[in-house]
């Protein structure tokens, strides 16, 4: 397994509780859009085992082109040892990441695509928008539906409908509006639903869809193809 140490090189605040660290690109680390990585913290691996509370599983916010490797997280004022820590590392401080994949790049098959995401959950669907407004080829249109109770949305500056890109942002910050919003995407029947949140909103709006006729294959998750089926199961209680 390759692990890449590198810096980081800006920290933006992206609201009270977001932040976004910006690190170096190492030579030869390569992504794609909807892609997740483990993001470590010096001495993760000092010991015979990996410390696994310096490790976390998060996704990158960024495209290769911006020259930087983007990670968004949330850090509140109560908050785990490793967003602890997170919180006071700043330009310079060296993170490690390894084991970069993406479960859930864009699909372009002429089709509407729906990505439905709580809170910070945005960030894994951010590179696709921007991938999206590169090129749209082969995508009918996008729509982004967030729900963040704390109303202080993320990425307002790419999150912006704009008809002419036929991209349609909408956020909403309770979660009545947010499924009734969720039930009227589902009317079209032939959509790609992509869906980014803790398991519990997975479940959620996975019974959403299901109830509305939408097939286990329309629904994307940011999750590893073996662990799809019990989230996706047919069983599902709906």
Not at 29 to 35: A, V
Not at 94 to 110: D, G, M, Q, W, Y
Request: aromatic share 10%; hydrophobic share 35%.
């Amino acid at each position: 397994m390759q692990i890449y140490w590198t810096k980081i090189n800006k920290v933006i605040k992206e609201t009270p509780e977001v932040n976004t660290y910006l690190l170096d690109c190492p030579k030869e680390f390569t992504w794609e859009e909807g892609s997740h990585t483990h993001f470590a913290l010096e001495g993760f691996n000092a010991g015979e085992k990996p410390n696994r509370s310096l490790i976390r599983h998060m996704s990158i916010s960024t495209l290769p082109h911006e020259n930087s490797i983007g990670i968004t997280t949330r850090i509140k004022e109560q908050c785990s040892e490793f967003k602890s820590i997170l919180r006071n590392l700043g330009v310079g401080d060296e993170v490690a990441i390894f084991k970069t994949h993406s479960n859930v790049p864009l699909k372009r098959e002429n089709k509407n695509v729906y990505l439905l995401s709580s809170g910070v959950g945005l960030a894994t669907f951010r590179p696709l928008v921007l991938d999206y407004f590169e090129s749209a080829d082969n995508v009918n249109q996008i729509h982004s539906l967030n729900i963040d109770s704390s109303k202080d949305f993320l990425f307002t500056n790419v999150f912006e409908s704009a008809s002419d890109k036929k991209f349609t942002a909408q956020f909403v910050d309770n979660r009545k509006d947010y499924y009734e919003e969720v039930k009227n995407l589902a009317a079209d029947k032939d959509g790609l639903f992509y869906v980014v949140g803790s398991d519990e909103f997975l479940v959620q709006n996975i019974e959403v869809l299901r109830e509305q006729n939408i097939k286990p294959e329309q629904i994307m998750l940011d999750k590893h193809e073996q662990q799809l089926p019990e989230f996706l199961s047919l069983d599902l209680s709906i």
